[in-house]
Every structure is written in structure tokens, then in C-alpha cells.
């Protein structure tokens, strides 16, 4: 059992550590070089609409409004958001990516699209369907641990 617990918690780390890597490795290129993971997940999150109010963003996200505001004025400063009062009701903000802000945001979804294709290339349709499910119970208890340690 020790020997599978050491195993289960190396890959798991390991795992987590080189994605983080491998995923800012290709996100910062010459051409957005002045870009975070924390930014990309930011403007990941506001996505390709027409605009969303900061509240939705930062409820998606999980962190407070007053947090988004600081990283979105840096992200409005570096060209890749763009920041505008509502027609409907001047009160709300609605922000929304620029071109650049298109461009990086096309280029992660690229990398995450030749990421799993590499990994279904990588296994038989029984090894898939293995991985699914034991990805798929992986995902569901940190879901119910995010939620456990949400009511704490």
C-alpha cells in the first residue's frame, strides 16, 4: 500500500507540476511574453463574447471582485482586455478581450487542443476508456472536495 501511495502521490504532483509548465512554456512566446498563466486563466474566463460584467468573471474564476479589478487593469494596460460601461445600465463594467486578447486566447486553446490530441494518440480505444474513467472519479472527488472545503 505505501509503495502505492508514494507512486499515486509522485504521479499526481509530478503531473500537476509539469502541466503548469509545459502550458507557460508554450503560452509565453516572444510575441506574449508579458503574459502570466494567471492571465491567460482570466482571459480564458472571459472568453470570446461580446462582454461580461466582472462579477460573473470573478464567480467563475472564484476570487472576489476587488482581486479581478487589479489583474484586469493590468490586463487592460497590456492590451489584451478591454473595459466598458454597459448601454443598459451604466453602473456595470463589461469587460472584454481585445484583439490581442483574441489572438493569446486562440493560441492557449490551440495548445490545449494539441495537448489531448497528443494524449488520445497515445492510447488504444480500451486504454482510453480506462483513462476516462479513472480521470473522470479523479476529477469528481477534488469536485467534492473543492465543495467540502467551501462550506469549512
Request: cysteine-free.
Amino acid at each position: 500500500m505505501e509503495n502505492t501511495y508514494e507512486t499515486l502521490n509522485n504521479l499526481l504532483v509530478n503531473m500537476f507540476n509539469e502541466i503548469m509548465t509545459i502550458e507557460e512554456k508554450a503560452l509565453i512566446t516572444d510575441e506574449f511574453s508579458n503574459i502570466s498563466i494567471t492571465d491567460m486563466h482570466i482571459i480564458e474566463a472571459i472568453g470570446l463574447g461580446n462582454g461580461r460584467n466582472m462579477s460573473s468573471v470573478a464567480k467563475d474564476l472564484e476570487i472576489t471582485v476587488g482581486t479581478l479589478t487589479i489583474a484586469i487593469n493590468n490586463l487592460v494596460k497590456k492590451g489584451y482586455v478591454n473595459r466598458n460601461r454597459s448601454t443598459k445600465d451604466r453602473r456595470v463594467v463589461l469587460i472584454s478581450l481585445s484583439n490581442l486578447g483574441v489572438k493569446v486566447y486562440n493560441h492557449h486553446k490551440m495548445f490545449h487542443k494539441n495537448m489531448i490530441q497528443d494524449i488520445i494518440n497515445l492510447l488504444d480505444d480500451e486504454e482510453m476508456n480506462s483513462f476516462l474513467k479513472a480521470i473522470g472519479g479523479i476529477n469528481e472527488y477534488f469536485q467534492k472536495m473543492k465543495n467540502k472545503n467551501a462550506r469549512i
